[in-house]
């Protein structure tokens, strides 16, 4: 009857309601099950001392605010790559770069979050970047954004997105904002948005209302989230030139995409999870009739299937 | 087919990961050491390294993450002092109908099965206790701790059997 102590996993089993009838029956015959069944009886009517969840996760808070005053931008990146940047954004003339900013960048398929020196909050689409600078930051608050991002605001002087399309100017409020080669499209979701570009376009947004500038005209329309989708894993189209779907896709995934058969100016309207490139893939191109395939190094090509483009092309 | 990345730097998703883990994380570093108050700094600064590491982390990866940083933590503190464990008390009172001296004998069963528990060694006593009080199941316990489930198993019964020995005659 001294088998439990042959079997080094016995005694764990028996506790976990794992052995098998005979083992059990053996068990129960022998010298020590007495002892061992009070002993767990025992030990399952123990508790461990009181813990107060919600004064322990205040005082988290506090801890972690009192840290993000005295907290230290840190970089994310290694400096070579600060230089490169730089080259590249002196090249387009388009920024002043100056040694004290500071410049978070995403990877393809990558989503990060930024808190800024007065606690807004920015999160970071795929292959995008947001550059601001701390020094400056309590005389104006300007962040200059290339790509994607969700912004929170804190209320308080205005807050200004600068992007090589146009510009976003809030007092405090929640919006989506992104800005592409050549298209720029901004989302209100709570509070009011100034939004402008191109040439003397001005608009402001409420929340639920969206306005995209592509090649210097305005489109608005409405939508009804509260929140972007790509923040829980889906990326979403209202009417949006299937070019800028692609792009979407080629940042989110690191693909590129062979574009030459296809009429990129088409709309599209729909959405895909940002997780999963074949679901993508069909979710997109199949309700725009368009077939696609893999070369090896990452491409895809795309064809439109049916005619319809042979014969817009020719009723032009 | 719609996947959710849901990120730990979003408040409510932080404050959920809170809710789940901090008792229990904050249970298994007070049953290596026995001091409540190192075991809530340990679970605070665990917390505050996964809120500074948030864009890093999987959401799914949380768990392991905390209690990863927990344990090394623990290691780092070099003072290892005597363990007393301290339980809250016992509420049971489904024995009314038994006469004193068996409630008495219960009672310093209860007391010498307490000391029994403490003076298990570190290993055996956190796999027990995190099975019989915080009712983890045996891979859980195995994921938390680093080590595999036969070797959890093993603990787990060499607690009962040193439990057994120590706790006499009953």
Redesign the interface.
């Known amino acids: 009857m001294e088998e439990?102590?042959k079997d080094?996993?016995?005694?764990?089993?028996w506790?976990?309601g794992e052995l098998t009838e005979e083992e059990l029956e053996a068990f129960k015959k022998s010298e020590?099950y007495?002892?061992?069944f009070?002993?767990?009886e025992?030990?399952?009517?123990?508790?461990?001392?009181?813990?107060d969840?919600d004064a322990?996760?205040n005082?988290?808070i506090q801890?972690?605010d009192e840290?993000n005053e005295n907290k230290k931008v840190k970089k994310l990146l290694p400096n070579w790559i600060y230089a490169a940047a730089a080259v590249l954004l002196i090249a387009l003339g388009i920024y002043n770069i100056s040694h004290s900013s500071t410049r978070y960048q995403t990877d393809y398929g990558q989503?990060?979050?930024v808190v800024l020196p007065d606690n807004s909050k920015v999160?970071l689409n795929a292959n995008s970047q947001l550059e601001f600078s701390e020094k400056s930051w309590k005389k104006t608050r300007e962040v200059k954004l290339k790509g994607e991002a969700f912004f929170e605001v804190e209320k308080g002087e205005s807050f200004k997105v600068l992007t090589p399309v146009g510009t976003v100017e809030v007092l405090g409020t929640k919006f989506n904002v992104i800005s592409r080669d050549n298209y720029f499209e901004v989302r209100c979701h709570k509070g009011r948005v100034l939004v402008k570009g191109g040439q003397d376009i001005k608009t402001i947004l409420t929340p639920g209302k969206a306005v995209r500038i592509i090649n210097a005209k305005k489109e608005e329309w409405t939508f009804s989230k509260t929140k972007p989708t790509w923040?829980?894993?889906?990326i979403t189209f209202n009417k949006t030139p299937l070019e800028q779907v692609i792009k979407a896709l080629e940042n989110q995934f690191g693909v590129s995409f062979d574009i030459s058969k296809i009429d990129i100016k088409q709309r599209f309207t729909g959405g895909f999870?940002?997780?999963?490139l074949n679901?993508a893939l069909k979710l997109v191109f199949t309700p725009m009739d368009i077939s696609y395939t893999v070369k090896d190094d990452n491409t895809i090509i795309l064809v439109n299937k049916s005619n319809k483009y042979k014969e817009a092309k020719e009723n032009q | 087919?719609?996947?959710?990345?849901r990120?730990v730097?979003?408040k409510k998703n932080y404050?959920f990961l809170?809710?789940t883990h901090?008792?229990s994380l904050?249970?298994f570093i007070?049953y290596k050491c026995g001091d409540?108050q190192q075991a809530?700094d340990i679970?605070?600064d665990a917390?505050?390294k996964l809120?500074n590491n948030?864009?890093k982390i999987i959401f799914e990866k949380a768990r392991s993450y905390l209690y990863t940083i927990a344990r090394n933590a623990f290691l780092n503190d070099v003072a290892h002092k005597k363990v007393v464990l301290?339980?809250?008390a016992?509420t049971?009172k489904n024995i009314t109908h038994e006469t004193p001296e068996y409630i008495l004998e219960e009672q310093e069963?209860?007391l010498k099965?307490?000391k029994v528990?403490s003076d298990l060694p570190e290993k055996q006593r956190v796999v027990?206790?995190m099975?019989?009080?915080?009712k983890m199941?045996?891979s859980e316990i195995a994921e938390i701790t680093g080590i595999s489930v036969?070797a959890?198993?093993?603990r787990?019964?060499?607690a009962?059997?040193t439990?057994?020995n120590k706790?006499g005659n009953?």
């Open positions: 439990h102590f080094d996993t016995f005694l764990a089993r506790v976990a020590d007495l002892k061992y009070k002993i767990n025992e030990a399952q009517k123990l508790k461990a001392p009181k813990f969840k322990a996760f005082n988290l801890q972690l840290n989503q990060l979050a999160q923040l829980q894993g889906e999870p940002n997780k999963d679901s | 087919m719609i996947s959710r990345i990120s730097c979003e404050e809170f809710k901090s008792e904050r249970n007070y409540l809530e679970v605070q917390f505050i809120w948030c864009a301290k339980y809250q016992s049971a069963f209860a099965l307490n528990i027990f206790l099975s019989r009080i915080d199941k045996y036969k959890v198993e093993k787990m019964s060499q009962l059997i439990l057994r706790i009953i």
